[in-house]
T-cell receptor
Framework: GAGVSQTPSNKVTEKGKYVELRCDPISGHTALYWYRQSLGQGPEFLIYFQGTGAADDSGLPNDRFFAVRPEGSVSTLKIQRTERGDSAVYLC?????????????FGPGTRLTVL | AQSVAQPEDQVNVAEGNPLTVKCTYSVSGNPYLFWYVQYPNRGLQFLLKYITGDNLVKGSYGFEAEFNKSQTSFHLKKPSALVSDSALYFCAVRDPNTGGFKTIFGAGTRLFVKA
């Protein structure tokens, strides 16, 4: 079956602009996660959704970052007033949920470059 | 707070030899532990997980890992390495005492298998 998909695969923007990154989870998965992976680092947790609600957003670095999942399926990560330090690969994952032992399945990521 | 350490940036092994990729963790209680592999330009792929029960966990592609509570380790192993195993490997931990959904990843270990 179809895996987790993310669009766009690459996004280049200028400092100060607004960007939206989209994640389509595996059909039927109730849990959805966003991570950020900087060069040479492991993925860094940003936010976790169970259904439509953000159950844990403790990883969002500041109030420029926001994520939504209005219908409990597709999620959008929104970054306002982008900074060069936001450049990274943004990964989305989903799991069957709501059990925390469930395996997360990752998408290919969106590579964000802020010039 | 939970944390993961992968003490080796890189591991080199000859094809056919056994391989070990090391991981140690820190959580307040009994952890959930995971290994993922990342190939170039591809998303993270799940290899195996330890939740409870038998300390030796078997996973995909012939990999296995042993949970050692006294040493707080979860080393990844394979009896006979293949050139195609060359990739970036990540260890990850979840702490069920804090809800269990927030996943913390190590910085990764690059495995090179020489023919």
């Amino acid at each position: 079956g179809a895996g987790v998909s993310q669009t766009p695969s690459n996004k280049v923007t200028e400092k100060g602009k607004y960007v939206e990154l989209r994640c389509d989870p595996i059909s039927g998965h109730t849990a959805l996660y966003w991570y950020r992976q900087s060069l040479g680092q492991g993925p860094e947790f940003l936010i976790y959704f169970q259904g439509t609600g953000a159950a844990d957003d403790s990883g969002l670095p500041n109030d420029r970052f926001f994520a939504v999942r209005p219908e409990g399926s597709v999620s959008t990560l929104k970054i306002q007033r982008t900074e060069r330090g936001d450049s990274a690969v943004y990964l989305c994952a989903s799991s069957r949920g709501p059990t925390s032992t469930d395996t997360q399945y990752f998408g290919p990521g969106t590579r964000l470059t802020v010039l | 707070a939970q944390s993961v350490a992968q003490p080796e940036d890189q591991v080199n092994v000859a094809e056919g030899n056994p391989l070990t990729v090391k991981c140690t963790y820190s959580v307040s209680g009994n952890p959930y532990l995971f290994w993922y592999v990342q190939y170039p330009n591809r998303g993270l792929q799940f290899l195996l997980k330890y939740i409870t029960g038998d300390n030796l966990v078997k996973g995909s592609y012939g990999f296995e890992a042993e949970f050692n509570k006294s040493q707080t380790s979860f080393h990844l192993k394979k009896p006979s390495a293949l050139v195609s195993d060359s990739a970036l490997y990540f260890c990850a931990v979840r702490d069920p005492n804090t809800g269990g959904f927030k996943t913390i990843f190590g910085a990764g270990t690059r495995l090179f298998v020489k023919a």
